[in-house]
T-cell receptor, first 111, second 119 residues
Framework: KQEVTQIPAALSVPEGENLVLNCSFT??????LQWFRQDPGKGLTSLLL?????REQTSGRLNASLDKSSGRSTLYIAASQPGDSATYLC??????????FGRGTSLIVHP | GAGVSQSPRYKVTKRGQDVALRCDPI?????LYWYRQALGQGPEFLTY????????KSGLPNDRFSAERPEGSISTLTIQRTEQRDSAMYRC?????????????????FGPGTRLLVL
């Protein structure tokens, strides 16, 4: 059974810092990995999706990398802003076609 | 355009009562997923549909849980004889293509969820 772990569970940083969020998964036979943002009272919003054949994806200040063989992904957030405060979730899709989510990293960026 | 909507947003019920949670996906979306999310956890898969056909219900915890999508649009998740352990956020997501195409990178659009509290 696929297990997804996210470290750290929580993070509080001052505005402007560069951040790295980590996601690891136990079964490397995945089709893709996706990073989501979750805001209170709202649904999850997709940030970046990396196919298994890809190494990284970038969108604005966000960069996600994937090392499938080692079962790891990182989400890099450059020049963090208070508006980045949210919970960040990673999810992998494997042979069952069903997404498996991690517990998330709760991020607070204070001015 | 309108996103995925869910109703009610909050539901408080007494143990033993039945509840019905509704999901209205984005118009034209083929697949619809139900997830349950406990506090401090990530979403956990329950079931999904392509059009009106239930493709996978392996995540439903027991036979008190059921879901339907009779016309391939709105879906209802029903929990019978609710128990306190059923308390959680129930999330719905839809996708433009069929569920199996998640492997090709089709993203899911999530609704705001229904917070269920069973007393």
């Amino acid at each position: 059974k696929q297990e997804v772990t996210q470290i750290p569970a929580a993070l509080s940083v001052p505005e402007g810092e560069n951040l790295v969020l980590n996601c690891s998964f136990t079964d490397s036979a995945i089709y893709n990995l996706q990073w989501f943002r979750q805001d209170p009272g709202k649904g999850l919003t997709s940030l970046l999706l990396i196919q298994s054949s890809q190494r990284e994806q970038t969108s604005g200040r966000l960069n996600a990398s994937l090392d499938k063989s080692s079962g790891r992904s990182t989400l890099y957030i450059a020049a963090s802003q208070p508006g980045d405060s949210a919970t960040y979730l990673c999810a992998v899709v494997g042979g069952s076609y069903i997404p498996t989510f991690g517990r998330g990293t709760s991020l607070i960026v204070h001015p | 355009g309108a996103g995925v909507s869910q109703s009610p947003r909050y539901k408080v019920t007494k143990r033993g009562q039945d509840v019905a949670l509704r999901c209205d996906p984005i118009s034209g979306h083929v697949s619809l997923y139900w997830y349950r999310q406990a506090l401090g956890q990530g979403p956990e898969f329950l079931t999904y549909f392509n059009y009106e056909a239930q493709q996978d219900k392996s995540g439903l915890p027991n036979d008190r849980f059921s879901a339907e999508r009779p016309e391939g649009s709105i879906s209802t998740l029903t929990i019978q004889r609710t128990e306190q352990r059923d308390s959680a956020m129930y999330r719905c997501a839809s996708s433009f293509t069929s569920g199996s195409l998640l492997v090709s990178g089709e993203t899911q659009y999530f609704g705001p969820g229904t917070r269920l509290l069973v007393l």
